[in-house]
Every structure is written in structure tokens, then in C-alpha cells.
């Protein structure tokens, strides 16, 4: 019913910044909130930010004050953009839709912060 696409991952360096995008498809009229989750090896798969029923964001303590989550809804579009990357960001990134009855992911982005 809701497809998710990330994009916008790569390699960058300390300080760097990236802006990753999830479009979303079919019935995102549907959707209650957006998230931004991620997962580094061998670690659970935590969330990074969020955007409520009324947009308000929020964020993980380790990121508070360097990313920003934004929706174009008319474009069906979650933004994540990142700055001051540091090397514990590395991460797949992954875009998630809340429904009614139903939860959706994308298929991840891999962000690597590197020397």
C-alpha cells in the first residue's frame, strides 16, 4: 500500500554533511507519521528521528543539533538532512511510514563517516 525509497547515502568525512530522501508512493495519504531509523553491524536498529501526527520533529540525543527531518508532503518526500557527521553515524539509514494498521520500511541507504 506504501512503498519507501531512500536515497542519498555515501562516503564522506568527519564534519561532512549529507541530505538523505525517502520517497514515498501509493497511498501515503494514509500515513500518520515518518521516522528515520538506523543500524550499524551487529548493533539494533535505533531511531534517529521523528515527525508527529501534527510534524513537530524530534530527535535521538546522539543527533539532536545536527540533523534536521523535514516532509515535502505534496511531494511525498522525508528529508533527513545531516551535519558534522562523525564517525559513529555510520549506519544503513532507514526511512519508516506509521499507517493504521500497518508499518513500512525502505530498503535503507548506507552513510559511512570516514577518514
Known amino acids: 500500500q506504501v512503498q519507501l525509497v531512500e536515497s542519498g547515502g555515501g562516503l564522506v568525512q568527519p564534519g561532512g554533511s549529507l541530505r538523505l530522501s525517502c520517497v514515498a508512493s501509493?497511498?501515503?495519504?494514509?500515513?500518520?507519521?515518518m521516522s528515520w531509523y538506523r543500524q550499524a553491524p551487529g548493533q539494533e536498529r535505533t531511531l534517529v528521528a521523528h515527525?508527529?501526527?501534527?510534524?513537530?520533529?524530534s530527535y535521538a540525543d546522539a543527533v539532536r543539533g545536527r540533523f534536521h527531518i523535514s516532509r515535502d508532503k505534496a511531494k511525498n518526500i522525508l528529508y533527513l538532512q545531516m551535519y558534522n557527521l562523525k564517525p559513529e553515524d555510520t549506519a544503513v539509514y532507514y526511512c519508516h511510514a506509521a499507517l493504521t494498521l500497518q508499518n513500512y520500511w525502505g530498503q535503507g541507504t548506507q552513510v559511512t563517516v570516514s577518514s
Open positions: 501509493g497511498r501515503t495519504q494514509t500515513i500518520y507519521t
Open positions: 515527525l508527529d501526527i501534527g510534524d513537530k520533529p
